[in-house]
Nanobody, 122 residues
Framework: QVQLVESGGGLVQDGGSLRLSCAAS????????GGWFRQAPGKEREFVAA????????VYADSVKGRFTISRDNAKTTLYLQMNSLKPEDTAVYYC???????????????WGQGTQVTVSS
């Protein structure tokens, strides 16, 4: 079992930045790939970014490529999402998740956090 707790969400203006954190506890964090997903009101949950277990290879959705950066600190058992140049369309609840592979498919992730709200005002 892995417990995930997100933090760092909030209200930011168009063009601003936020850094999300996802603190993990339980089974060995470094044995899992990590991912970030988001869900806007009235929309389905969508993939944002993913990172492999130890090598640190990353995958991004086209909509955030060049603006968001996913990273991890296995010693601190924490996953991060640095979000720059935020846009109103980035407004959503952001969820972290861990699973076997760093893939865009939410069904491949075994454990999820409770989510943190990010609101970007225009």
């Amino acid at each position: 079992q892995v417990q995930l707790v997100e933090s760092g969400g909030g209200l930011v203006q168009d063009g601003g930045s936020l850094r999300l954190s996802c603190a993990a506890s339980g089974r060995t964090f470094s044995s899992f790939a990590g991912g970030w997903f988001r869900q806007a009101p009235g929309k389905e949950r969508e993939f944002v970014a993913a990172i492999s277990r130890s090598v640190g290879s990353t995958v991004y959705a086209d909509s955030v490529k060049g603006r968001f950066t996913i990273s991890r600190d296995n010693a601190k058992t924490t996953l991060y999402l640095q979000m720059n140049s935020l846009k109103p369309e980035d407004t959503a609840v952001y969820y972290c998740a861990v699973g076997t592979f760093p893939v865009p498919d939410a069904a491949k992730y075994n454990y999820w956090g409770q989510g943190t709200q990010v609101t970007v005002s225009s």
